[in-house]
């Protein structure tokens, strides 16, 4: 796994729960981070091609990104 980006993650150091909200607050706490992350993107890349099933990754939930992963299919 190439992680070169999490190097300079924002959420680094952040309890690692704020990313696993149980509440759409919390969902707005976590991506309140990722607003401000200069890796969003990568992020994002990774949980996509990794289909990681849980927590906001990129700025997106779970449901965000199984969206996103439809959106690319109808397009490919
Ligand atoms: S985008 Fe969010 S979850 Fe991803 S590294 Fe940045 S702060 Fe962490």
């Known amino acids: 796994m ?3 980006w ?3 993650a924002a959420c680094r150091g952040i309890d690692p729960e704020v990313f696993y909200p149980v509440s759409d607050d919390e969902v707005e706490d976590a991506k ?5 992350c ?7 890349e990774y949980a996509l091609a990794n289909r990681e ?5 990129g700025g997106t939930t779970e449901r965000e990104r199984r969206r996103i992963h439809r959106q690319r299919r109808k397009s490919a």
């Open 38 to 44: 200069a890796v969003r993107e990568a992020c994002l």
């Open 6 to 8: 999490r190097k300079y």
């Open 53 to 57: 099933r849980e927590g906001i990754w």
């Open 32 to 36: 309140a981070v990722c607003d401000a």
């Open 2 to 4: 190439s992680a070169t």
